[in-house]
């Protein structure tokens, strides 16, 4: 079941973006952001430009799949 902020998230499942990794989350993920939603990336560093994959969006934040390094 989707909630009103799940319906108006700046991603999808699915979606492809590409991003710069500007930060280091706790468990070692390279973090990006999207229109002001934090996105999780694991396998990542600061300054890396990726290409991802949203695996998941949840209603705080999201969790994608390196897809490709730029």
């Known amino acids: 079941m989707f909630t009103e902020q799940d ?39 600061v300054g890396d430009q990726v290409t991802i994959k949203i695996e998941r969006v949840m209603r705080k934040f999201a969790i994608a799949a390196l897809a490709e390094k730029n």
Request: hydrophobic share 35%; aromatic share 2%; net charge negative.
């Open 7 to 45: 319906r108006n998230s700046p991603v999808s499942e699915g979606g492809v973006h590409d991003v710069t990794i500007d930060g280091i989350a706790r468990e070692g993920d390279g973090i990006a952001h999207i229109q002001g939603l934090v996105i999780f990336v694991p396998g990542t560093k």
